[in-house]
């Protein structure tokens, strides 16, 4: 299992999530262009020194992910017409994250084999995109038994 990061806007978000991927044992792909310097010292901040052990694979652009993805493309969008809790994950799955300022475009959406959101009250837009991010981890690694021992 993976977690996929399209074209991110925010540093902290992207050390949380590397943070996060270190800790559960999981990937993070980038897929650029970036909005900020990748040695930004907001993303060293949040992902403090466990960013250095986490796997991370930076992709140029879409196309150069799309060409080494293996595994489903599951999209985390607030379009989704997945339920998080009605969602089946598979060990090999991908999440993707779109962009925090503009979301996943329309080609992102097309190439998903399925599009998931997680259920907000009422008058709630969306999450942070970090906080999205370990949600559906955890229900993903929950449903896969994949959580470290």
């Not at 190439?111 to 999450?127: C, D, K, M, T, Y």
Request: hydrophobic residues 50%; glycine residues 12%.
């Amino acid at each position: 299992m993976r977690i996929a990061l399209f074209q991110p806007d925010i540093a902290g978000n992207v050390g949380t999530i590397l943070r996060l991927g270190a800790c559960f044992g999981v990937g993070v792909d980038i897929i650029e262009p970036c909005g900020f310097p990748f040695s930004d010292r907001g993303l060293k901040r949040a992902g403090m020194d466990y960013a250095a052990d986490a796997e991370c694979v930076r992709h140029i652009d879409w196309d150069a992910f799309r060409a080494v993805l293996s595994g489903r493309l599951i999209l985390l969008t607030t379009h989704g017409g997945t339920r998080l809790p009605d969602a089946r994950f598979e060990a090999g799955d991908v999440l993707l994250m779109g962009s925090e300022s503009a979301g996943a475009p329309p080609f992102v959406h097309e190439a998903a084999a399925l599009s998931v959101r997680i259920p907000l009250r009422a008058g709630f837009r969306s999450l942070n995109v970090a906080v999205a991010a370990g949600i559906a981890l955890a229900e993903a690694m929950r449903q896969t038994g994949s959580f470290p021992e």
